[in-house]
């Protein structure tokens, strides 16, 4: 079944772009996105410092685009992952009431780390540690989806 995943954040420049390309280089079989709860870069590529930590690990992000979150997306996905609860927040006080998509915070997939959020490298700097934090979380989201389970 094709799993139209879409991965968010606050501006769309940092860990959302770096979910998504961590997670469709082991996911193939899905579609994927990203957005930013905000429009502040909105049409900018990755924020340079995490397009050359993702490549420093074979990782392109260079075609990626920042957009900013809006409620049809739900209808447009199967699953929104999200970055921190800011962000879980700030997308479900967007629902359309007819819309039953979920929303899940992308650390609750990071087996073997207690972390209840990616923190931001735009303002930790920690780049490396911010890209450790979501290939854990992708391997947990991927082993998820392979096993069948409900979302
Ligand atoms: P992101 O990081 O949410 O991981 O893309 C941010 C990048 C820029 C800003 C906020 C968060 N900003 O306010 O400009």
């Keep these: 079944m094709t799993k139209r995943i879409l991965f968010v954040c606050l501006g769309n420049i940092c ?13 193939k079989q899905a ?7 905000a429009g502040y870069h909105v049409g900018e ?5 995490m397009q050359a930590a993702a490549r420093a690990r074979g990782l ?6 920042a957009r900013q979150f809006e409620p049809q997306d739900f209808a447009r996905f199967d699953l929104i992952v999200a970055m921190d609860g800011d962000n879980l927040r700030n997308i479900e006080a967007q629902r359309p009431a007819d819309q039953i998509t979920p929303v899940v915070l992308f650390t609750d997939f990071a087996a073997g780390s207690s972390a209840d959020h990616v ?4 303002y930790t700097r ?3 540690g911010c890209l450790d934090l979501i290939e854990q979380a992708a391997r947990g989201l991927v082993s998820h989806l392979e096993a069948g389970h409900a979302l």
């Design 15 to 27: 860990r959302s772009p770096a979910a998504e390309g961590v997670f469709r280089d082991l996911f």
């Design 31 to 37: 579609e994927t996105d990203s957005a930013g709860t």
């Design 45 to 49: 590529p990755p924020y340079g410092p």
């Design 60 to 65: 392109d992000l260079s075609d990626l685009r």
């Design 119 to 122: 923190p931001d490298p735009y």
């Design 126 to 128: 920690d780049f490396d």
